[in-house]
């Protein structure tokens, strides 16, 4: 973990990874929950890259033995297929939200992808 920023009267937490950080969302979310506090919607910001499986596309984080399901934000504007069309099996920096899930819930549901940025010679 690279620092921890939380605000009691905001109800914040603002937790930055160093690169490769081998930690999940759900980890995170675990060790929230175990200080006493109740884990809400998160914005998140991550790194690897796109996979396509069965028509859906994922994106695999490097030092993590997983995928996180994406999807487009409702109302939003086709990220989803900007993603299939531009930057399968490249790696990216996607800005998503994650919806707050029932408590220790062993896996969180999709990222809702809000945009992307692909990383130059990976």
């Known amino acids: 973990m690279d620092s921890v920023r939380v605000s009691l009267d905001s109800g914040l937490a603002v937790v930055r990874f160093t690169l490769n950080n081998p930690a999940t969302v759900e980890q995170v979310r675990t060790e929230i929950f175990e200080n006493g506090f109740s884990p809400k919607s998160a914005e998140v910001r991550l790194a ?41 099996g490249k790696l990216v920096e996607i ?16 990222i809702r992808v809000r945009g992307f940025t692909l990383i130059p010679g990976r």
């Open 95 to 110: 800005d998503g939200f994650v919806p707050e899930t029932a408590r220790r819930a062993p896996r969180i549901g999709p």
């Open 48 to 88: 690897g890259r796109i996979v396509e499986r069965n028509g859906s596309v994922t994106l695999a984080v490097p030092g993590q033995d997983r995928e996180y399901a994406l999807v487009d934000e409702p109302g939003g504007s086709a990220v989803i297929a900007r993603l299939r069309e531009t930057a399968a």
